[in-house]
Structures are given as C-alpha cells and as structure tokens.
C-alpha cells in the first residue's frame, strides 16, 4: 500500500514562502492514472483542496490560491513539494498530501483519496 509523509517547516513568518514535501514509498508518482494531492485544514473548518500534480506532471490548482501556490515533483526521489507564497496567519493549518485516482472538489472529503499521509501543523507567525 502507498504511504505518504509530509515533511517541512511548522513555522514560517508572514509574506515568507511555505515550502513542504511528501515523500511517497510503496508506489510510483509516475503510475498511470494517479493524482498526488496538497489538502490544508485550518483550525475549525474542513478541508481544503489546494492543488496536484498529476502521474504525467500536469498541475492542477484550485483557482481561489493558483496565484500563489506551485506543485512540482522529482521522480528521482519520487517526492512531490507544494510551494504557497505571500503567507499569512490565514494559512495556518494542517497540511497534508494524498493521492486519488480523480481530482476532488475544493472541498473534499477523506474517502475521495486512496492515501493520506499524516498531515504537518504549520503555523504562520512573527
């Protein structure tokens, strides 16, 4: 089975860029027809999807943070990194990566992904 783990900073200051990596083990980033995911959880509110990278490395992203947010990928390393500029206190939240076979709404739930990893805390402060 997949596993995925989320890596990164718990702390970054405002107007900075928010930079975090999933690592995946027990399967390709790269096998048909998979899209790896960046999902976000403030604190009292439901998830939000932010944006993938697909198995051929087309991105996605959810319009309302495309502006701000890059989704990149090494294969060598089979790791995809999410990269949100222009933080704010706002962005304070749980971040995790997952995987699904489609792409969720801006509003997911847990079962339109196969695997979660177990989320990073990251907190925007001075």
């Known amino acids: 089975q997949v596993q995925l783990q989320e890596s990164g900073p718990g702390l970054v200051k405002p107007s900075q860029t928010l930079s975090l990596t999933c690592t995946v083990s027990?399967?390709?980033?790269?096998?048909?027809?998979?899209?790896w995911s960046w999902i976000r959880q403030p604190p009292g509110k439901g998830l939000e999807w932010m944006g993938a990278?697909?198995?051929?490395?087309?991105?996605y992203y959810s319009p309302s943070l495309k502006s701000r947010t890059s989704i990149s990928r090494d294969t060598s390393k089979n790791q995809f990194t999410l990269q949100l500029s222009s933080v704010t206190p706002e962005d304070t939240a749980v971040y995790y990566c997952?995987?699904?076979?489609?792409?969720?709404?801006?509003?997911?739930?847990?079962?339109?992904?196969?695997?979660w990893g177990q989320g990073t805390q990251v907190t925007v402060s001075s």
């Open positions: 990278i697909a198995y051929s490395g087309s991105t």
């Open positions: 027990g399967g390709s980033i790269t096998t048909n027809y998979y899209y």
């Open positions: 997952a995987v699904g076979e489609l792409l969720p709404s801006k509003y997911p739930e847990r079962g339109d992904f196969g695997s």
